[in-house]
């Protein structure tokens, strides 16, 4: 999903909208709040996100696709592959704000069918670019080249699953080297597992 830079008006909502949403929690901010906050008309807002719950999945989006486009150049070398997972790690920057306005808006989607839809969508997204991902690896480093299409997904939401749990372990203050250290393991596991019939 290719992405068109956002106006300077667009930036601006974003930004503030994003420090808004983290200060007073998802629901707790309306869109008057962040037009206010960043000295933009109710209209203008409205130009640019038809709601709130849209606004909120454009932060989260931004954010996403900002990690994914910068991820350094890996797996090409199957003795590295614990070194790479660490840089891979690293590369998620889990940002405290964001990490808790996604928390909450997880919560908030048990009563929001809207945001639920929109939150569910933007996941199957990633488990598939997830699933090109290790198919990729699977031809480079020659791992997991006997599964199929179904069980790469399976394998890339158990993935997306620790890495959403680590997320959480870092906005709740536990060690960072050691939340690392269990997502480097755990992925490790996956990877290098072999195939069993459930």
């Known amino acids: ?39 933009v008309s109710k ?3 409205y130009h640019h996100f038809p709601s709130k719950d849209d ?35 690293d590369s998620f920057d889990f940002q405290k704000d964001l990490m808790r306005i996604w928390l909450e808006a997880m919560n908030e989607s048990a009563h929001n069918s809207k945001l639920k839809q929109m939150v569910v969508k933007r996941r199957r997204h990633l488990e598939s670019l997830g699933v090109l991902q290790l198919k990729q690896l699977s031809s480079s480093l020659d791992l997991l080249s006997d599964r199929t299409d179904s069980e790469l997904l399976q394998l890339s939401k ?14 709740t203050g536990d060690n960072p080297k050691q939340v690392k250290q269990i997502w480097i393991q755990m992925a490790y596991a996956m990877l290098t597992s072999k195939k069993i019939k459930i």
């Open 1 to 39: 999903m290719e992405t068109k830079p956002p106006t300077k008006i667009k930036k601006r909502i974003l930004d503030t909208a994003r420090k808004t949403f983290a200060k007073n929690g998802f629901s707790n901010t309306s869109m008057d709040d962040i037009a206010f906050a960043a000295k």
């Open 55 to 89: 606004l909120f999945l454009a932060i989260f989006i931004e954010n996403q696709d900002s990690v994914i486009k910068s991820q350094p150049k890996l797996f090409e070398k199957k003795e590295n592959l614990i070194k790479d997972l660490g840089k891979l790690y």
């Open 43 to 45: 209209g203008g807002m």
């Open 158 to 171: 158990g993935i997306l699953a620790i890495t959403n749990g680590c997320a959480l372990f870092s906005v």
